[in-house]
């Protein structure tokens, strides 16, 4: 089954294990790095306590967002409606 990473759509191949919390979306390694990096950000500059169910529950919504399984209007996104697809244009 060829996986396709939910961040930068690049196929992930079979061989490669994934984070157990990336292969949930599924995110390829380096993206999921990355969030890692983006994560620490969110949570300084949002002053989140990890303490906190409601904090834990708003870095959550970031890390889809992020991973592009949600918008930022909280809608999810679905890739099998074609009509739903917004790939980005390139620059």
């Known amino acids: 089954m060829v996986r396709t990473c939910t961040k930068c759509k690049k196929e992930i191949p079979d061989g490669v294990e ?3 919390f990336a292969s949930a ?3 390829c390694n ?3 790095a990355e969030w890692k990096q983006y994560r620490v950000m969110v949570m300084n500059e949002m ?3 990890m ?3 409601d ?3 708003v ?3 970031y890390e889809k967002v992020f991973v592009g399984v949600l918008t930022p209007e909280g809608d999810v996104v679905n890739f099998a409606d074609e009509s739903q697809r917004k790939p980005e244009k390139p620059t």
Do not use: I, T
Request: proline residues 14%; glycine residues 0%.
């Open 25 to 27: 979306y599924p995110c």
């Open 59 to 61: 870095v959550k919504k």
């Open 18 to 20: 994934l984070d157990p």
């Open 55 to 57: 904090h834990r529950k």
């Open 47 to 49: 002053k989140l306590d």
């Open 30 to 32: 380096e993206c999921w």
């Open 51 to 53: 303490s906190m169910p």
